[in-house]
């Protein structure tokens, strides 16, 4: 108990340990924002991965740690599509993938975001014409906000959503 | 990999004798090239023949059209000691597309042998199970992508189909589907459970969700512009595809890597499997709903990465390999950086343990748990830290030294427990030795340039092999050159290939709510597996 106790004590706070990012280059459709509207205080994330190398996800889940804590801006991760405001979609869609994914943009309750992470998901990225992959996520199912980067940084998905959000300008 | 290099192929010869085609020796590796019947009895010799207990380590194809009407079935063995390479190769010859399977003697076959049926349309006769693998049933019949003839930007049609899961029937037994989309930030794939009551009887994995056409798009590349997509073959593990890819085409180029960027690769290598590693102990953790340890462990994740962010400009390490060298240095300023960090990081974590190990209720929920025993692990041919925890003393760092991993002597980590707690010791293990390895280059790293220029261009069909022990086990890649520098065929093998199917037999009488603690514990890569 000590142990514990005295570990957190000497560990501190670490939230927002985290170097600034640049402007991220996201694109928003001209209705993301007032899609968002309804989700400005909380909003509960459905991660897709529809193909990606998985640094995508590994930042998804680096999103979720006690540096960046997305929580404190009131992002959750759903377990469910069904649970879900907004998907992050990650990944070029493969050719096994799609109906997964249409799947779960119909599950998700309206209204919704849709989210694409990633160079991968914006353009098919590196994996682009390959007889594997059938994306990018927007000829499936409609984009709202894209995030390039191979993968984007922490700190710049946290600015996107933030601005979405409508909790930064 | 020089030294006794004929031993094992004289002892082929004097089994064989007329059997053995032809005998070849290239970049150091034996290749006894035998007619397809023969496969069988020869792959069965070399791996139970006890002097050479080969494990097959990769079994792959490769499309010879346009120059030559065959296709080249290769099995790669690693032998037991000294661990060198046998190359064992048949020949299909014109239309041939049958070949008999290795699988009911060679239990690691079978997935590969099912791959290659996808991907090249060749069946392996008389395997157990022909199912397809690969290629999802939705995809239209006769599609092979890997074979010359099919365009890479092929658009697939699609028709109707169903995979035929196993079932066993019974009373109060009842199937279990998850996935391919999971309840957590992960990557998809699918598990068909098959319980009564609350142990799992039979688990089937349902892979290849991903599928990219990684192998094919390699086709489309240069030796020397392939490496971006290595580096996103598996994206947590960056730096160990592309220094693999590199080191096979270093091979093919001739090129002589120096010794300082030999050294800066290790401590890259290291770094990654200092982030992965850190970030599974907490997530091992987070599965038996022990945040505080998953908090401690994702903080000391980031720290790495965000280290990693200060040293290359990327979190994940991506553009540090290229052909022929690196393509960052390190002044000795950031050396000293780097080993402070480190030094914090391992009080930080040694305080860690404790806690981890002084929590009773953890220790029960890890202990025996998702046990896979080591018979199963040889027969799978389970390897990396997996492979460690159930006692299969293989590291491609001590066994086939590469990057400076031949002045550094890695003290390799090995627990006989097999269990959850067992696959945890081992990344705790090794994330000490890798810090100790950091430093070791810190002290050891000589002056001196960091690239080769390459002196030799390859012959088209000249090949290499090369292996990288990543964070996960160990990597290879096949590269066979092309005309002008393309590239004919390259073959990529996570580790994670082979250790997938080992997960079906871990989870067997443990109970579903533990599964994804067991998987955990494996933490296996999709994106690398279904390529
Ligand atoms: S965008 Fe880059 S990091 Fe993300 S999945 Fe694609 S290749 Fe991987």
């Known amino acids: 108990m000590f142990r514990i106790l005295r570990k957190s004590l000497k560990t501190g706070i670490v939230t927002g340990r985290y170097p600034e990012s640049p402007e991220s280059e996201a694109g928003a459709s001209p209705t993301a924002g007032q899609k968002a509207r309804p989700f400005r205080r909380s909003l509960t994330i459905r991660e897709v991965d529809t193909g990606s190398c998985n640094a995508c996800e590994m930042e998804m889940n680096a999103l979720m740690n006690p540096i960046y804590d997305a929580e404190r801006f009131g992002v959750h991760i759903a377990a469910s599509p069904r649970h879900a405001d907004a998907l992050v979609v990650t990944g070029p869609v493969t050719v096994n993938m799609e109906k997964a994914l249409k799947e779960a943009y119909r599950t998700t309750p309206d209204p919704k975001l849709v989210i694409a992470l990633g160079d991968c998901a914006c353009d098919c990225g ?16 409609p984009v709202d906000v894209k995030v390039p980067g191979c993968p984007p940084r922490p700190a710049e998905i946290l600015q996107v959503l933030q601005r979405l959000q409508g909790q930064r300008d | 990999m020089m030294s006794d290099v004929t031993t094992p192929v004289e002892k082929l010869r004097a089994a064989f004798g007329k059997t053995i085609v032809d005998v070849a020796i290239l970049h150091g590796i034996p290749l006894v090239r035998v007619g397809k019947a023969d496969v069988p009895l020869v792959a069965h010799y070399v791996h139970t023949h006890p002097e050479l207990q080969g494990t097959l380590s990769l079994l792959w194809a490769v499309d010879h059209r346009p120059h030559e009407k065959r296709y080249e079935l290769c099995y790669l063995f690693t032998l037991a000691d000294p661990r060198e390479w046998l190359l064992l190769a048949a020949d299909l010859l014109d239309e041939d597309r049958l070949f008999p399977s290795i699988t009911p003697h060679i239990h690691a076959a079978q997935w590969y042998e099912r791959e290659i049926r996808d991907m090249f349309g060749l069946i392996a006769e008389g395997h157990p199970d022909l199912r397809r693998l690969v290629r999802h049933e939705h995809w239209p019949k006769g599609t092979h992508p890997l074979k010359k003839e099919f365009p890479w930007n092929t658009v697939l049609g699609r028709q109707q189909g169903q995979y035929a899961f196993r079932h066993i029937e019974g009373e109060g037994v009842f199937e279990v589907p998850v996935g391919p989309i999971h309840a957590g930030i992960i990557e998809p794939g699918h598990f068909r459970f098959s319980v009564a009551g609350e142990p799992i009887m039979q688990l089937e ?113 991506r553009g540090v390999n290229c052909v022929g060298g690196v393509d960052v240095d390190l002044e000795a300023s950031r050396f000293d950086e780097v080993v402070a960090e480190l030094d914090r990081l391992e009080k930080d974590f040694t305080e860690l343990e404790e806690i981890i190990f002084a929590n009773a209720s953890l220790t029960d929920r890890l202990e025996t748990t998702g046990f896979l025993n080591e018979r199963t692990a040889i027969d799978h041919g389970v390897m990396g830290v997996v492979g460690r925890a159930s006692n299969i003393n293989r590291d491609v760092r001590r066994d086939h030294p590469f990057a400076a991993y031949d002045e550094l ?77 393309a590239i004919h065929r390259c073959k990529v093998r996570d580790p994670s290939f082979v250790n997938w199917p080992a997960i079906q037999y871990a989870v067997l009488g443990n109970i579903i709510p533990d599964f994804p603690l067991i998987n955990k514990s494996f933490n296996l890569s999709y994106a690398g597996n279904d390529l």
């Open chain 1, 126 to 141: 590196m994996f682009k014409g390959s007889y594997g992959v059938t994306g990018p996520v927007e000829r499936h199912v």
């Open chain 2, 205 to 317: 994995v349902r892979h290849f969700w991903k599928h990219r056409g990684v192998e094919k798009l390699f086709e489309n590349h240069t030796l020397t512009t392939a490496v971006p997509l290595t580096e996103r073959v598996s994206g947590d593990t960056t730096v160990g595809h592309s220094l693999a890819y590199c080191q096979a085409v270093e091979t093919l180029l001739g090129l002589e890597v120096p010794r300082r960027a030999r050294y800066l690769r290790s401590l890259f290598l290291e770094l990654e499997r200092l982030h992965n590693h850190l970030g599974d102990v907490g997530a091992i953790c987070n599965d038996t709903a022990y945040t505080l340890a998953h908090a401690h462990g994702s903080r000391m994740k980031e720290q790495i990465m965000q280290l990693n962010d200060r040293l290359t400009g990327s979190r994940f390490l």
């Open chain 2, 409 to 485: 002597q890695v003290k390799v980590a090995l627990y006989r427990y097999g269990d959850v707690r067992a696959r945890m010791r081992v990344r705790m293990d090794e994330i000490h030795e890798s810090i100790r390895l950091i430093r070791e280059v810190r002290a050891r790293i000589p002056h001196g340039p960091i690239m080769a220029p390459p002196t030799r261009a390859p012959a088209p069909g000249e090949w290499a092999l090369s292996a990288v022990e990543g964070w996960r086990g160990e990597i290879l890649y096949f590269v066979m050159a092309g005309e002008d520098g």
